[in-house]
């Protein structure tokens, strides 16, 4: 069965530009994640949705940072007037939702802002 | 807060020797604690979870709640051991994971 699935898998983005990141989550999974990973580090959590309603966003770095999931299904994570301190690579994890669930990662977003 | 820490960015072993990747972590509850790895090229992926207390590719994990410590062995490292290893916990009524900054591991052949 298909996994979790991110587009695109690059982007370069000139500083200032916003940019917009794709995630596919596993078909029926509730849970949905975003992580942050830079260079040399662990995955940082971004933000947690559960269907389409985002319980915690605590992760997000500045208002420059925003995430939807408008039906439950697929998200966006969206950066805009990029900033060269977001280069990282963006992760996105599904999860079936309830307690104790494993979560499934997906292959991640690659951003860099020159 | 939650906090975990994995003091070796680097570790590299012979083929046939034991392995252990070391995590620490910091944490006010019960928490649930994790070993994710990456191998080349592929996502990051589950390798065991302490509740689970499974032997995953002949690895192992234990709960050390007095050491606060969840470090991984395997006795007999091998080739295809090679990878990233990130240890992550999650805590009490919560979802998201918090990560190690990971070790490298290399098995020498």
């Known amino acids: ?114 | 807060a939650q906090r975990v820490t994995q003091p070796e960015k680097l570790l590299s072993v012979f083929k046939g020797a034991p392995v252990e990747l070391k995590c620490n972590y910091s944490y006010s509850g019960s928490p649930e604690l994790f070993w994710y790895v990456q191998y080349s090229r592929q996502r990051l992926q589950l390798l065991l979870r302490h509740i689970s207390r499974e032997s995953i590719k002949g690895f192992t994990a234990d709960l050390n709640k007095g050491e606060t410590s969840f470090h991984l062995k395997k006795p007999f490292a091998q080739e295809e051991d090679s990878a990233m290893y990130y240890c992550a916990l999650r805590g009490l009524g919560n979802e998201k994971l918090t990560f190690g900054t990971g070790t490298r591991l290399t098995i020498i052949p």
């Open chain 1, 1 to 114: 069965g298909a996994g979790v699935s991110q587009s695109p898998r690059y982007k370069v983005a000139k500083r200032g530009q916003d940019v917009a990141l794709r995630c596919d989550p596993i078909s029926g999974h509730v849970s949905l994640f975003w992580y942050q990973q830079a260079l040399g580090q662990g995955p940082e959590f971004l933000t947690y949705f559960q269907n389409e309603a985002q319980l915690d966003k605590s992760g997000l770095p500045s208002d420059r940072f925003f995430a939807e999931r408008p039906e439950g299904s697929v998200s966006t994570l969206k950066i805009q007037r990029t900033q060269q301190e977001d280069s990282a690579v963006y992760l996105c994890a599904s999860s079936q939702g309830l307690a104790y669930n494993e979560q499934f990662f997906g292959p991640g977003t690659r951003l860099t802002v020159l």
